[in-house]
């Protein structure tokens, strides 16, 4: 299933502004009898081709950066983004021995600069991010590097990315 369609885009914007979002996918999932992340997932990685550059953009602790890694293969490279910075601690060691793997400690937003990044009392959470949530506490609160994926490819032009998994929990 197409879940980029504009029309299930919209019923599902709508959903969450009315908070029925979370029973609805509950009761689409229990009725196709699939969960979203496998879709997803299998979705992402069928796109993925030996020598492709793909961006992880919110890379976390590198789940995904080490399997875009094994279907790149060695003439490919999988670029990790992850702002933060106990996080980026744990992908850099997930990924050292994955030698088409780049790790970059910056947030990929829609402007270059800094910007605050809200962190749980859980370090590797994956709702930490750049938008702080009101119903989970703020355990921190730091400054992280920001930049454009146009600013960021300028940059690098050698990683200009075929692919991108964009996972930035809301932001």
Known sequence: M????PVLLGVRNLARRVGVLPFL??????????????NFEKALLSG???????????????????????????SGKVVAFEPSRQTFVSLSSNVASYQNVVCFQIAVSDSVGK???????????PVNGLAQR????????YS?????????NAQHPELSPNVMKIDVEGF
Not at 2 to 5: G, T
Not at 52 to 74: C, E, M, Q
Not at 144 to 152: A, K, L, P, Q, R
């Open 25 to 38: 996918q509950h009761l689409w999932r229990s009725l196709r009898g699939e969960g979203y992340e496998e």
């Open 134 to 141: 009101s119903d989970i506490p703020v355990g921190e609160v």
């Open 144 to 152: 992280v590097d920001v930049s454009t994926g146009d600013e960021f």
């Open 48 to 74: 993925i081709h030996k020598g492709d550059v793909v961006w992880d953009i919110g890379a976390n602790v590198g789940l995904y950066s080490r399997k875009f890694s094994d279907l790149t293969g060695p």
């Open 115 to 125: 910007a605050e990044f809200f962190v749980t009392e859980e370090e590797n959470s």
């Open 2 to 5: 197409d879940y980029s369609s």
